[in-house]
Protein backbone atom coordinates (compact mmCIF):
# COMPACT_ATOMS: atom_id res chain seq x y z
CA UNK A 1 0.00 0.00 0.00
CA UNK A 2 1.32 3.34 -1.08
CA UNK A 3 2.55 5.50 2.13
CA UNK A 4 0.98 8.75 3.17
CA UNK A 5 2.17 11.93 4.79
CA UNK A 6 0.66 11.10 7.92
CA UNK A 7 2.37 7.40 7.72
CA UNK A 8 6.11 8.86 7.32
CA UNK A 9 7.84 7.51 10.64
CA UNK A 10 9.75 10.52 12.09
CA UNK A 11 12.85 9.42 11.29
CA UNK A 12 12.65 9.65 7.78
CA UNK A 13 10.28 12.60 7.96
CA UNK A 14 13.54 14.13 9.45
CA UNK A 15 15.58 12.99 7.07
CA UNK A 16 13.79 14.56 3.92
CA UNK A 17 13.48 17.97 5.70
CA UNK A 18 17.67 17.74 6.05
CA UNK A 19 17.68 16.34 2.44
CA UNK A 20 15.36 19.68 1.69
CA UNK A 21 17.00 22.25 3.41
CA UNK A 22 20.33 21.06 1.67
CA UNK A 23 18.97 21.86 -1.51
CA UNK A 24 17.53 24.61 -0.51
CA UNK A 25 21.19 25.82 0.75
CA UNK A 26 22.81 24.75 -2.43
CA UNK A 27 20.91 27.05 -4.80
CA UNK A 28 21.14 29.75 -2.52
CA UNK A 29 24.89 30.12 -2.24
CA UNK A 30 26.49 27.74 -4.92
CA UNK A 31 29.70 26.97 -2.91
CA UNK A 32 28.59 25.73 -0.24
CA UNK A 33 26.63 22.60 -1.66
CA UNK A 34 29.38 20.85 -0.39
CA UNK A 35 30.38 21.90 3.04
CA UNK A 36 26.35 21.64 3.38
CA UNK A 37 26.17 18.06 3.58
CA UNK A 38 29.29 17.46 6.18
CA UNK A 39 32.31 17.98 4.17
CA UNK A 40 33.75 21.61 4.94
CA UNK A 41 36.85 22.69 3.48
CA UNK A 42 39.29 20.99 5.36
CA UNK A 43 37.60 17.69 4.41
CA UNK A 44 37.19 17.67 0.85
CA UNK A 45 34.83 20.22 0.41
CA UNK A 46 34.17 23.27 -1.53
CA UNK A 47 35.84 26.09 0.32
CA UNK A 48 33.10 29.05 1.20
CA UNK A 49 34.51 32.94 0.53
CA UNK A 50 34.04 34.54 3.85
CA UNK A 51 34.14 38.17 4.21
CA UNK A 52 35.02 39.54 7.96
CA UNK A 53 33.92 42.96 9.00
CA UNK A 54 35.46 43.79 11.92
CA UNK A 55 39.04 42.07 11.94
CA UNK A 56 39.70 42.83 15.68
CA UNK A 57 40.46 39.94 18.52
CA UNK A 58 37.25 38.10 17.73
CA UNK A 59 37.36 38.80 13.79
CA UNK A 60 40.89 38.15 13.58
CA UNK A 61 40.92 34.89 15.74
CA UNK A 62 37.65 33.13 14.07
CA UNK A 63 38.62 34.50 10.12
CA UNK A 64 42.19 32.84 11.01
CA UNK A 65 41.02 29.75 11.97
CA UNK A 66 38.57 29.27 8.61
CA UNK A 67 41.94 29.63 6.77
CA UNK A 68 43.82 27.35 8.32
CA UNK A 69 40.91 25.34 7.51
CA UNK A 70 40.93 26.21 3.70
CA UNK A 71 38.56 29.05 3.68
CA UNK A 72 39.81 32.16 1.64
CA UNK A 73 38.31 34.76 4.04
CA UNK A 74 38.70 39.21 3.26
CA UNK A 75 39.63 40.77 6.66
CA UNK A 76 37.84 44.40 6.13
CA UNK A 77 38.92 47.81 7.73
CA UNK A 78 38.28 51.60 6.93
CA UNK A 79 42.12 51.09 6.75
CA UNK A 80 42.73 47.66 5.22
CA UNK A 81 46.74 48.34 5.52
CA UNK A 82 46.45 48.06 8.79
CA UNK A 83 45.86 44.16 8.55
CA UNK A 84 48.79 43.56 6.86
CA UNK A 85 50.68 42.12 9.37
CA UNK A 86 47.45 39.78 10.20
CA UNK A 87 47.22 38.69 6.63
CA UNK A 88 51.08 37.92 5.80
CA UNK A 89 50.89 35.39 8.99
CA UNK A 90 48.11 33.43 7.81
CA UNK A 91 49.11 33.11 4.14
CA UNK A 92 47.79 33.06 0.84
CA UNK A 93 44.08 32.71 1.75
CA UNK A 94 43.96 35.51 3.48
CA UNK A 95 43.63 39.32 2.36
CA UNK A 96 42.74 42.65 3.62
CA UNK A 97 40.10 44.95 1.89
CA UNK A 98 37.67 47.83 2.44
CA UNK A 99 33.71 46.78 4.23
CA UNK A 100 32.59 47.00 0.53
CA UNK A 101 35.09 44.36 -0.44
CA UNK A 102 34.15 42.06 2.19
CA UNK A 103 30.64 42.56 0.88
CA UNK A 104 31.23 42.27 -2.73
CA UNK A 105 33.89 39.24 -2.28
CA UNK A 106 32.07 37.12 0.31
CA UNK A 107 29.37 34.28 0.00
CA UNK A 108 29.21 34.70 4.05
CA UNK A 109 29.67 37.47 6.22
CA UNK A 110 31.17 37.30 9.44
CA UNK A 111 30.32 40.65 11.84
CA UNK A 112 32.97 41.50 14.74
CA UNK A 113 32.21 45.11 15.06
CA UNK A 114 31.24 46.64 18.22
CA UNK A 115 27.48 46.73 18.45
CA UNK A 116 27.20 50.78 17.86
CA UNK A 117 28.58 49.93 14.17
CA UNK A 118 25.36 48.82 12.76
CA UNK A 119 23.71 52.00 11.83
CA UNK A 120 26.41 53.14 10.01
CA UNK A 121 27.15 49.70 8.04
CA UNK A 122 23.15 49.85 7.24
CA UNK A 123 23.32 53.57 5.87
CA UNK A 124 26.75 52.85 4.40
CA UNK A 125 26.24 50.01 2.36
CA UNK A 126 22.02 50.09 1.34
CA UNK A 127 20.86 46.73 0.05
CA UNK A 128 24.22 45.12 0.41
CA UNK A 129 22.96 42.87 3.26
CA UNK A 130 19.91 41.58 1.23
CA UNK A 131 20.31 37.56 0.81
CA UNK A 132 23.67 37.58 2.43
CA UNK A 133 24.19 35.30 5.45
CA UNK A 134 25.57 37.10 8.01
CA UNK A 135 27.10 35.27 11.21
CA UNK A 136 26.47 37.83 13.98
CA UNK A 137 29.27 37.54 16.81
CA UNK A 138 28.26 41.17 18.05
CA UNK A 139 27.63 42.04 21.74
CA UNK A 140 25.42 44.95 22.86
CA UNK A 141 27.36 47.02 25.74
CA UNK A 142 25.64 50.28 27.20
CA UNK A 143 28.91 51.67 28.53
CA UNK A 144 30.36 51.57 24.54
CA UNK A 145 27.56 51.94 22.38
CA UNK A 146 24.58 53.93 24.12
CA UNK A 147 21.32 54.38 22.59
CA UNK A 148 21.26 51.09 20.52
CA UNK A 149 22.29 48.92 23.20
CA UNK A 150 18.97 49.63 24.64
CA UNK A 151 17.27 49.38 22.10
CA UNK A 152 18.76 45.49 21.54
CA UNK A 153 18.31 44.94 25.31
CA UNK A 154 14.29 46.04 24.63
CA UNK A 155 13.68 44.60 21.41
CA UNK A 156 16.28 41.43 21.45
CA UNK A 157 19.76 41.55 20.19
CA UNK A 158 19.52 39.08 17.35
CA UNK A 159 16.05 41.03 16.23
CA UNK A 160 18.04 44.53 16.04
CA UNK A 161 20.39 43.42 14.59
CA UNK A 162 18.37 41.76 11.71
CA UNK A 163 16.66 45.13 11.78
CA UNK A 164 19.93 47.57 10.73
CA UNK A 165 21.12 44.70 8.53
CA UNK A 166 17.87 44.79 6.24
CA UNK A 167 16.95 41.91 4.15
CA UNK A 168 19.90 39.96 5.64
CA UNK A 169 19.96 35.98 6.71
CA UNK A 170 21.14 36.58 10.41
CA UNK A 171 22.68 33.85 12.53
CA UNK A 172 23.58 35.13 15.79
CA UNK A 173 27.21 32.89 16.76
CA UNK A 174 30.84 33.06 18.10
CA UNK A 175 29.47 35.85 20.87
CA UNK A 176 29.32 33.93 23.79
CA UNK A 177 32.70 33.87 24.95
CA UNK A 178 35.94 35.94 24.12
CA UNK A 179 38.91 35.95 21.23
CA UNK A 180 40.99 34.40 23.98
CA UNK A 181 38.51 31.39 24.32
CA UNK A 182 38.58 30.63 21.12
CA UNK A 183 42.19 30.75 20.27
CA UNK A 184 42.90 28.34 23.20
CA UNK A 185 39.72 25.86 22.43
CA UNK A 186 39.64 25.26 18.92
CA UNK A 187 39.42 21.45 18.02
CA UNK A 188 39.93 20.29 21.26
CA UNK A 189 41.01 16.89 22.00
CA UNK A 190 37.83 14.85 23.35
CA UNK A 191 34.48 16.50 23.05
CA UNK A 192 34.37 19.46 21.19
CA UNK A 193 33.48 23.22 23.03
CA UNK A 194 30.03 23.89 22.34
CA UNK A 195 29.02 26.78 20.79
CA UNK A 196 25.10 28.36 20.89
CA UNK A 197 24.00 29.88 17.78
CA UNK A 198 20.39 31.33 16.95
CA UNK A 199 18.90 32.06 13.27
CA UNK A 200 15.16 32.04 11.68
CA UNK A 201 16.68 31.02 8.35
CA UNK A 202 17.31 26.85 8.59
CA UNK A 203 19.89 26.78 5.26
CA UNK A 204 21.61 29.57 6.97
CA UNK A 205 21.44 27.91 10.15
CA UNK A 206 23.03 24.99 8.23
CA UNK A 207 25.67 27.15 7.12
CA UNK A 208 26.41 28.58 10.54
CA UNK A 209 26.65 24.98 11.89
CA UNK A 210 29.45 23.90 9.55
CA UNK A 211 31.35 26.87 9.72
CA UNK A 212 31.18 26.37 13.65
CA UNK A 213 32.72 23.00 13.01
CA UNK A 214 35.17 24.20 10.33
CA UNK A 215 36.37 26.73 12.98
CA UNK A 216 37.03 23.32 15.54
CA UNK A 217 34.15 23.63 17.55
CA UNK A 218 30.78 22.14 17.65
CA UNK A 219 27.36 23.87 17.44
CA UNK A 220 24.30 23.87 18.86
CA UNK A 221 20.92 25.43 18.11
CA UNK A 222 19.59 27.47 21.15
CA UNK A 223 16.78 28.53 18.54
CA UNK A 224 15.18 31.32 16.56
CA UNK A 225 17.00 34.27 16.21
CA UNK A 226 14.43 36.18 19.45
CA UNK A 227 15.97 33.43 21.63
CA UNK A 228 19.75 35.22 21.12
CA UNK A 229 19.05 36.88 24.11
CA UNK A 230 20.38 33.96 26.10
CA UNK A 231 23.74 33.83 24.76
CA UNK A 232 24.40 37.20 24.97
CA UNK A 233 25.68 39.10 27.86
CA UNK A 234 23.64 38.75 31.02
CA UNK A 235 22.10 35.67 29.48
CA UNK A 236 22.23 31.87 31.03
CA UNK A 237 24.48 30.70 28.19
CA UNK A 238 26.89 33.64 28.34
CA UNK A 239 30.37 32.07 29.10
CA UNK A 240 28.83 28.47 29.48
CA UNK A 241 32.03 27.05 27.77
CA UNK A 242 31.97 23.62 27.87
CA UNK A 243 30.67 20.32 26.39
CA UNK A 244 27.47 20.32 23.72
CA UNK A 245 25.77 18.23 26.86
CA UNK A 246 26.74 20.69 29.35
CA UNK A 247 25.21 23.67 27.27
CA UNK A 248 21.97 21.05 26.76
CA UNK A 249 21.68 20.41 30.27
CA UNK A 250 22.24 24.37 31.03
CA UNK A 251 19.95 24.86 28.25
CA UNK A 252 16.65 22.73 29.92
CA UNK A 253 17.49 24.20 32.74
CA UNK A 254 15.81 27.28 31.65
Known amino acids: MPTT ?6 GRRRLLGAAGAIAMLALTVPNLGACAQGGGASAGGQPVKIGVIGSGRIGGTVGGLWVKSGHPVLF ?6 SLKALVDELGPLARAGTVADALAFSDVLFLATPY ?4 ELSQENPGAWQGKIVLDATNAIAQRDGAIADEAQRNGIGITTGKYLAGARVVRAFNFMGAANFAK ?4 EGERIAVPIAGDDPAALRVAEQLVRDAGFEPVVVGPLASADKFAPGGPLFRQIGSVEEMRRKMGAQ
Do not use: I, M, Q, Y
Open 116 to 119: KALP
Open 5 to 10: GTDVDP
Open 185 to 188: EHHR
Open 76 to 81: SSRHPE
